[in-house]
């Protein structure tokens, strides 16, 4: 098969840096290398089924969840890949209580934020799982180890964020603020090529995805959209969307942003001590809410504020995350606010 000669990403992310004279390419040699650690966990994530790489590593997290083997895998290959970059002074990590330390005397410029593997609960049943990553330049002065302040930014602060989805094929998906663009990896080269450039989420939204299992422990305006969601409106022509829930967020929210749909992990009363719901701010909703923008999507919590305005107060702060095709986010924070 005669492949087109495509545009590599390490091809596009120069083409990115030549718009910004003044760059040193020190954010080009961050997502560089973190290309490479999504390689490598594609290459695992690929033969979980086969590598000694399925089922519990016996360890908790912070987060009080099991770690799966292919969580401690990514997060690993990540933190030690991106400590030597050079380009970093501090990161985080869902799977670390604190913050992570690069290699003394590596310091760099930026921070990272990352799910090494978001959708854990399907590695071993062979759904589609993603890593979400998220950069901020540093507050504090260069030259020192970074701190825990360099990361607790808002979202409207970052400088690139992305993902990387393991599905029918790895995709990486990312902005720097210039658009959204997508790359397939084409694991014969081991190379990532531009296939899907400048992503706009369709207008016309198809799906909506949340798990209607917590109905129960819903606020009643939120019971009331998913309602709407599902109901024949005669008067305007409109059929009922379709529910999609996969259960990787980084799966439902690449599927609404290519097809159109809106995305809902609300606040429930299920988990007293997770009252906002189980979604992580800095390095599952920011991100994601990154790209949404910049595709011509929009998210928000649950009592209508914008995730990218949100000044985290600690690392693994959990917010409500309404994201996806504007109508449709527009639509409901009517419904919460009680004009709905
Ligand atoms: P993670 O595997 O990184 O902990 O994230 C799992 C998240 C997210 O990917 C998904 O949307 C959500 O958990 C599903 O939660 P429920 O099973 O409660 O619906
Ligand atoms: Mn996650
Ligand atoms: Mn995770």
């Known amino acids: 098969m005669n492949r087109p000669l495509g545009i590599t990403v390490n091809r596009h992310i120069s083409d990115l840096q030549r718009l910004h004279p003044k760059a040193t390419g020190a954010l080009s040699s961050v997502l560089n290398e973190l290309i490479v650690s999504a390689k490598t966990i594609s290459a695992e994530a690929n033969m979980a089924g086969l590598a000694d790489i399925l089922g519990m590593s016996g360890k908790t997290n912070i987060q009080g969840e099991k770690v799966q083997k292919l969580d401690e895998y990514a997060n690993n290959s990540i933190k030690r890949r991106m400590a030597r970059c050079g380009h970093l002074c501090v990161m985080a990590s869902e799977e670390e209580e604190g913050i992570i330390p690069v290699k003394p005397g590596y310091e760099g410029s930026y921070t990272l934020a990352f799910d090494p593997v978001d959708g854990s609960s399907n590695i071993d049943v062979n759904v589609s799982i993603g890593t979400i990553f998220s950069v901020h330049s540093r507050l504090s002065p260069d030259g020192e180890p970074g701190t825990e302040k360099d990361l607790l930014q808002p979202g409207n602060r970052q400088v690139a964020a992305g993902y990387i989805v393991y599905g029918a094929s790895t995709m990486l998906v990312f902005t720097t603020g210039e658009g959204v663009h997508g790359f397939t990896l084409d694991p014969s080269v081991g190379e990532f090529y531009l296939s899907h ?50 259960g990787s967020l980084v799966a439902d929210f690449h599927r609404n942003l290519i097809s159109g749909g809106i995305f809902l992990y609300p606040s429930d009363k299920k988990d007293p001590d997770k009252p906002t719901g189980k979604l992580r701010l800095l390095y599952e909703a920011a991100p994601l809410a990154y790209l949404v923008e910049q595709a011509g999507g929009r998210a928000i919590t649950d009592d209508g504020r914008e995730i990218q305005d949100i000044e985290p107060e600690s690392l693994h702060q959990r917010v409500p995350l309404i994201i996806g095709s504007r109508k449709e986010v527009d639509m409901a924070e009517k419904f919460l606010s009680g004009k709905g």
């Open 197 to 246: 450039p400048d992503i706009k989420i369709p207008e016309k939204c198809k799906y909506f995805s949340v798990n209607e299992g917590y109905t129960n422990y819903w606020d009643d305006r939120m019971r009331r959209f998913v309602k709407y969601l599902k109901e024949v409106d005669s008067e305007q022509g409109r059929l009922p969307y379709s529910s999609r829930y996969i």
